[in-house]
């Protein structure tokens, strides 16, 4: 429960912040990144019963409502509440204490699995309000090296001591470290690093980030039973160079699936 209220309070003080800094969402073009993202085409939408889990500032909702699909969002953090209402209706709910009644043509959750406790779990949770023949899409963290993980997981135990604003300033300071790219290349190749504070921010004040590779998640779609496929958005890059991969990751730190139940 002190996990789920800690999660909750770093991700209200995240929106909190991004209403005053860049989050490098891109609101003005916000259908066409969904569409981008998701691997889907738009007509697919219209009057489509949508599921937006864990959906904080709503962008994904906004989109689904342009789309005219109808969507629900849901969220533990207050503030991602506030903020996506004006989208449609939302729940204040962790996902394991979600009791809807009903069941979605489509059902997103776009990177929250990786802060929950049991990823494995949340994904068959969120199975359950998926209608046959619907549609689920879920991002996570990629793995990327044995060496990142430790450091990055041992930095986030330090970071996450802090106070929400020292974890703040924290994250200020390593996106500004990083701009000079000879320092962002060596820094990021120990730990996870952005030029972003609001990006830092999300990496290391959120007590729990786990990281998959591929092959883990494929594993759940399987075991599961559905049909999946790996999503790459264009533009977005996947390295086959082994340094590279060392790095980043194949797909570049974050990894998207369709399922079909
Ligand atoms: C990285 S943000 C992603 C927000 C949104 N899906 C997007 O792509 O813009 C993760 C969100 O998941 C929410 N979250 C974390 N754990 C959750 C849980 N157990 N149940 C529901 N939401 C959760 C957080 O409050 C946060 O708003």
């Not at 689920?136 to 060496?147: A, G």
């Not at 930095?155 to 300071?173: C, H, I, Y």
């Not at 759940?220 to 264009?234: K, Q, S, V």
């Amino acid at each position: 429960m002190n996990r789920i209220n800690n999660t909750a309070k770093s991700f209200n003080y995240e929106w909190e912040m991004s209403k005053h800094f860049d989050t490098q969402f891109d609101w003005d073009n916000i259908v066409s990144v969904f569409l981008n993202e998701t691997g889907m085409p738009k007509e697919w939408f219209k009057g489509k019963h949508c599921l937006d889990v864990g959906c904080g500032m709503g962008r994904w909702m906004s989109a689904l409502k342009q789309l005219d699909a109808d969507v629900i969002g849901t969220d533990i953090s207050e503030e991602a509440v506030k903020m996506s209402k004006k989208y449609g209706r939302v729940i204040k709910s962790d996902l394991f204490n979600l009791q809807l009644a009903e069941q979605f043509d489509f059902v997103i959750c776009d990177g929250v699995l990786q802060c929950l406790e049991d990823s494995r779990k949340g994904f068959h949770e969120l199975l359950k309000y998926c209608k046959p023949d619907g549609i689920v899409h879920i991002s996570v963290y990629e793995w990327k090296n044995p060496l990142k993980l430790f450091l990055t997981n041992l930095l986030r135990k330090r970071v996450t001591k802090k106070t929400l604003d020292e974890r703040w300033e924290f994250s200020g300071k390593l996106a500004n470290l990083v701009v000079n790219r000879v320092m962002y290349a060596i820094v990021n190749f120990f730990i996870l690093a952005s030029k972003s504070q609001f990006t830092n921010f999300d990496n290391y004040s959120t007590p729990i980030n786990h990281y998959f590779k591929e092959e883990e998640v494929i594993k759940w779609f399987e075991e599961e039973g559905l049909r999946w496929e790996i999503i790459t958005p264009n533009g977005w890059k996947i390295y086959n160079n082994i340094f590279m991969r060392f790095l980043k990751g194949k797909n570049n730190g974050k990894i998207r699936f369709r399922g079909i139940k």
